[in-house]
């Protein structure tokens, strides 16, 4: 038997966000993307939240302003706009609290969200992101800073794949299964391929491309990479705060996005973060794989005191 998904939409403001839902349990952890992904990438994480919890807890995650099936949603786009928007998930879901999940820069929206809306904030899981990236100097002035050079520097191919465009929602599986990511040994799974079908978006010539739009990108991956400022809500917050992190990067390379010498430094100045590993993944398939995706769903389970016995 499958575990129950639903897709519904939620007014912010300007207009709606896309959200899903898996499960039916009253206790709910609210999920946010990567910089262009879309809910569907919680997918894994999500159902094995549901099984482990035995239906008690269950996980509503966006679109996000300038994805999927909030693509067309307008601006203004940035952290602290999406962090808004979870406040609004969480009013349209009847809830006053509850704890918010976060992949890549998923993390920084929910350390945002913390900052701002912090009653509201149980705690924060944070994936492979929402800590300020290593820096070789001194915050660049952002008013002199090449924006999507810096933002091509850090997520590379998932910025360029922005101004491609495929025959067929074929051809674009193809294309990503072919990624470093997904190479054996690391997993193309059903819910990597559901993430990737959902990203599909046919262009006024009938040629597909992701539904990412590239002007939302560059003003979400400024804020988290260039504004040193919106970067480090994470260091304001108290929010009960894990940090998950992978030893491998977007391209299946190494070191990932966080250093382990960094890690160890930045933990230790965060006294309500604590840092864990999660081995043999890397940037994506700490959230699609098996072996991530159960990783993180254990660790949101954990902070739950009690739960049925399944």
Not at 26 to 38: C, K, L, M, P, R
Not at 77 to 94: E, K, P, S, T
Not at 156 to 168: E, M
């Amino acid at each position: 038997m499958g575990v129950a998904y639903e897709r519904f939409q939620v007014p912010v403001s300007g207009g709606e966000i896309t959200c899903g839902r898996w499960g039916t349990g009253e206790q709910i952890v609210v999920a946010s993307h990567g910089i262009t992904a879309n809910h569907l990438s919680w997918q894994r994480v999500a159902e094995l939240i549901v099984e482990r919890s035995g239906d008690a807890v269950s996980m509503v995650a966006v679109d996000h302003r300038g994805r999927a099936g909030s693509s067309d949603t307008p601006g203004p786009f940035g952290l602290q706009a999406h962090a808004d928007d979870l406040a609004a998930v969480l009013d349209h879901l009847g809830l006053e609290s509850a704890p918010l999940a976060g992949h890549s820069l998923g993390g920084f929206i929910i350390a945002n969200a913390a900052e701002r809306h912090p009653g509201r904030v149980e705690r924060l899981v944070l994936v492979d992101g929402g800590v300020p990236f290593p820096s070789a100097g001194p915050p660049p002035d952002p008013a002199e800073v090449d924006v999507e050079a810096v933002v091509q520097a850090v997520i590379g191919p998932a910025l360029d794949r922005l101004d491609q465009r495929w025959p067929d929602e074929e051809s674009y599986v193809d294309f990503f299964r072919a990624h470093p990511a997904f190479q054996p040994p690391n997993e193309w799974s059903p819910a990597v391929e559901a993430y990737v079908r959902y990203d599909s978006h046919v262009d006024d010539d009938g040629q597909i491309m992701s539904s990412a739009r590239k002007d939302a990108v560059l003003v979400d991956g400024g804020a988290a990479i260039v504004d040193p400022t919106a970067a480090a809500a994470i260091e304001r917050v108290t929010a009960p705060t894990t940090w998950i992190w992978c030893p491998r990067g977007i391209l299946d390379d190494s070191p990932g996005l966080y250093p382990p010498d960094y890690v160890e430094g930045r933990t230790s100045q965060l006294a309500h973060v604590m840092s864990l590993l999660v081995d043999d993944t890397n940037h994506y398939t700490i959230v699609v794989s098996d072996h991530g995706a159960g990783a993180v769903a254990d660790i949101i389970l954990g902070g739950y005191e009690t739960l049925p016995e399944c």
